[in-house]
């Protein structure tokens, strides 16, 4: 097999993340309001002297990447350890810093399922405090009222639940795959295999599809209780045993837009991986809200890693160049030789921090989200980071977890 790294032919994925993040809060700017629909604004701070809590810990929401990433790492991290927290400087790395629809929702969810109570939660906000509680199953919808990402919701409530004492239901809706996140697919076919190996455990099911700028999509998640997550070791990528993904489109798009991604993202795929069999699915989406077309793409290795790439089109770009800058970036994350790819690699320290045991993941270069999500995880848990660098292009992340136990459940 022509499983040897090519070399890469874009910009590093760091720096495309970066540029996106400083994008984030245009996101939803079309449809945002200062009130989420169905949702009553959290009031403001109750008390002058409530933020000198002597048990609170005070989180800079500006440090390093400065995005709604410290906010969610710091709630779930909150709800799960039963430390009231205070979010000052929220978003500040931002063009629009302060909690944004999404954000916000994401909170307030992971604020239901534990009973907890928010403080100063309303959009444009800055400074946040999260009281949490007992973790509830249950039944839960939130609704970010615009095209922000229901993949941010996802990130912030799902570890909350696995903690759980029992099944719980998430209806969630706004927008299934957004520009300045990753798509729900990537979540689904990249993110959760390598999540199951910590033993967490979730399915998703779209109901509908949502795109910029209205959103409207909904997705039915169901999370199941541990007992504790397990610690992982994976630093053998493997060879590359097969590839597959999906292009899609959906409203008025011809489905010719997503035979032409796929067959564009094929044969880049094909002049670096001769060998190696290449599946991507063609659809038509028929549940949806607006107008839309991207691809997804997965790389499974010998070893159980999976890796991706994704882009998404827009007016005015063409399918061809979509195609090919979802091909090129999963090149660029199959590269490095680690066992995650760029985008799962700040999501998975959470869950290194949590677990019971030493954990070693062989990743990319370090990014800068990663770093901050190391950088939380320090501040709020006794988990020990150490991180090698192996080369230029490659590290090696360390972590020995603090070893949650979920007392609610039996043995897993």
């Known amino acids: 097999m022509n499983n040897a790294a090519p070399k890469p032919q874009r910009q590093p994925r760091e720096n495309r993340r970066n540029r996106a993040a400083m994008a984030e809060a245009d996101q939803d700017s079309e449809a ?61 790395g931002r063009s629009k810093p302060g909690l944004r629809p999404q954000h916000l929702t994401g909170i307030m969810l992971t604020r239901d399922v534990c009973q907890g109570r928010l403080e100063g939660g309303s959009v444009g906000s800055t400074e946040i405090q999260f009281h949490p509680g007992n973790i509830q199953h249950g039944d839960y919808t939130a609704d970010t009222g615009t095209a922000g990402s229901i993949c941010l919701l996802l990130q912030v409530a799902i570890p909350c639940l696995v903690y759980a004492d029992g099944p719980t239901n998430l209806t969630l809706k706004g927008g299934t795959n957004a520009d300045m996140a990753p798509q729900l697919d990537h979540m689904t076919m990249v993110f959760k295999p390598i999540a199951e190996k910590f033993g967490m455990k979730f399915d998703c099911r779209v109901i509908r599809r949502g795109y910029y700028p209205k959103g409207g999509g909904e ?166 980071f150490k991180i090698t660098e192996i080369n230029k292009g490659a590290t090696l992340i360390d972590c020995d977890g603090i070893g949650l136990v979920n007392s609610l459940v039996g043995s897993s």
């Open 219 to 384: 997705v039915m998640v169901t999370c199941h209780p541990t007992k504790q997550l397990s610690a992982v070791t994976m630093t053998d990528r493997g060879d590359i045993k097969q590839i597959y993904g999906i292009s899609f489109v959906a409203g008025v798009l011809p489905v010719r837009v997503a035979h032409i991604m796929a067959k564009v993202a094929e044969s880049v795929i094909h002049k670096e991986y001769k060998d190696v069999p290449v599946n991507i699915d063609v659809v038509k989406e028929v549940a949806a809200i607006g107008t839309g077309t991207g691809i997804v793409l997965v790389a499974e290795t010998t070893t159980g890693c999976y890796l991706g790439g994704s882009a998404l089109g827009k007016k005015g770009k063409q399918a061809e160049q979509v195609g090919q800058e979802a091909a090129e970036e999963l090149i660029n994350n199959l590269y490095h030789g680690g066992c995650v790819d760029d985008y799962v690699q700040d999501q998975i320290i959470l869950l290194m921090a949590l677990a019971k045991g030493k954990s070693t993941v062989r990743i990319g270069a370090l990014s800068l989200h990663t770093e901050t999500a190391i950088h939380v995880a320090k501040q709020l848990t006794e988990a020990r």
């Open 32 to 92: 945002a309001s200062n009130v989420i629909p169905g949702i009553s604004p959290e009031p403001a701070f109750k008390a002058a002297n409530s933020i000198q809590d002597a048990n609170i810990v005070d989180i800079d929401g500006g440090a390093l990447e400065g995005g709604g990433q410290v906010l969610r790492n710091t709630v779930s991290f909150s709800c799960l350890l039963h430390r009231p927290v205070r979010v000052y400087n929220v978003r500040a």
